[in-house]
C-alpha cells in the first residue's frame, strides 16, 4: 500500500559491468573464450604467410625474418600458451557437448574422452612434426 505517497523508486537495473568477474564459472568461462582469440591471431600470421608466399620468394622470406624477431617470438609464447588454454578448456567441456556415448552398456566416461582427445592432439601434432621433417630433407 502506497497510503497516497508518490513512489520515487525507479525499475531495478541490474548493473552489467564486470558480471563475468563474479563468479568462477564465468571467469573461466571468459577465459576460454578470450583464448579463441589467439586462434584468430595466429591465423591471421599464417594467413600473411600465405599472401607473402604468392607474392614470391622475397616477401616470403622478408615475412620468415619478421617472425625471428623479438616481439614475433614474445607473441607466440603467448599465442602459444593461449593455445594450450584453449586446448585444454575445449577438451574440459567436449564431455559435456557431445552425445552420450555408451561403450560395452556402459557410458563413457567424461575422464576417457578428454584423454582420447588429448591423445589424438599428441598423435596429429608429432605426425606434423615428422611430416615438416621428412619434407625439410
Known amino acids: 500500500m502506497s497510503h497516497g505517497r508518490p513512489t520515487t523508486r525507479g525499475p531495478y537495473v541490474r548493473p552489467m559491468r564486470g558480471w563475468w568477474r563474479r563468479d568462477p564459472f564465468f571467469v ?3 577465459v576460454r573464450e578470450a583464448t ?8 591471421i600470421v599464417l594467413t600473411v604467410g600465405v599472401v607473402r608466399l604468392a607474392q614470391g620468394e622475397a616477401a616470403f622470406n622478408g615475412w620468415l625474418h619478421a617472425l625471428r624477431s623479438p616481439v614475433s617470438l614474445a607473441l607466440h609464447a603467448v599465442l602459444l600458451v593461449s593455445m594450450i588454454v584453449h586446448a585444454y578448456s575445449w577438451f574440459e567441456i567436449m564431455p559435456k557437448t557431445m552425445p ?4 560395452g552398456g556402459r557410458r563413457l566416461a567424461a ?4 584423454r ?5 592432439t599428441v598423435v596429429v601434432t608429432v605426425l606434423v612434426f615428422a611430416l615438416a621433417l621428412w ?3
Open 28 to 30: 573461466r568461462y571468459m
Open 100 to 103: 552420450i556415448i555408451v561403450v
Open 135 to 137: 619434407a625439410r630433407g
Open 116 to 120: 582420447a582427445g588429448w591423445a589424438a
Open 36 to 43: 579463441a582469440l589467439a586462434v584468430l591471431v595466429y591465423a
Open 111 to 114: 575422464r576417457t574422452i578428454q
